[in-house]
């Protein structure tokens, strides 16, 4: 078995954002929304339908500027609005059914790569890999919380 150094480790992962990041970026334009619309249809679609709250602390929004972020992708079509069913004050916003059908080929192409991908990593070696990107994420978020504080 090679050995990897870490700092290779680092660079590729750094690679990879970069890349991620030029797609995100053809994706938003092709879709006609901003990177900012792209980050959020990409919250809910990780996890779920979100308050506009929750949402507008995931993009570092303030609530008037999530407010119209939503009602751009809702006039859009790409997500609804709904009463959140254990509380009334709040409303939920999810994908709606237009954005799941609006998924461009090059981005379903792209998920099925990444599965391949996945499914191709030795089953011995995927606990060390989603720890190191699970530690990276938690890195980048902990660096997105120090820029913002300073």
Do not use: N
Not at 45 to 72: C, N, Y
Not at 105 to 129: D, N, T, W
């Amino acid at each position: 078995m090679t050995t990897v150094e870490p700092g290779v480790m680092a660079a590729a992962l750094q690679r990879f954002g970069l890349e991620r990041d030029r797609l995100r970026a053809a994706l938003a334009s092709q879709g006609g929304i901003s990177p900012a619309e792209l980050d959020a249809l990409e919250h809910l679609e990780a996890d779920g339908p979100l308050t506009q709250r929750e949402l507008g602390e995931r993009l570092w929004l303030t609530s008037g500027a999530i407010t119209m972020l939503v009602d751009r992708l809702e006039r859009g079509g790409w997500v609804r609005r709904r009463p959140h069913p254990a509380d009334r004050r709040y409303t939920l916003v999810e994908l709606s059914g237009q954005a799941t059908a609006r998924t461009p080929p090059a981005l379903a192409e792209y998920h099925a790569r990444v599965r391949a991908i996945a499914s191709g990593v030795p089953a011995a070696q995927r606990p060390a890999i989603r720890a190191f990107l699970a530690a990276a994420a938690e890195a980048a978020a902990t660096a997105s919380r120090e820029v913002r504080r300073s």
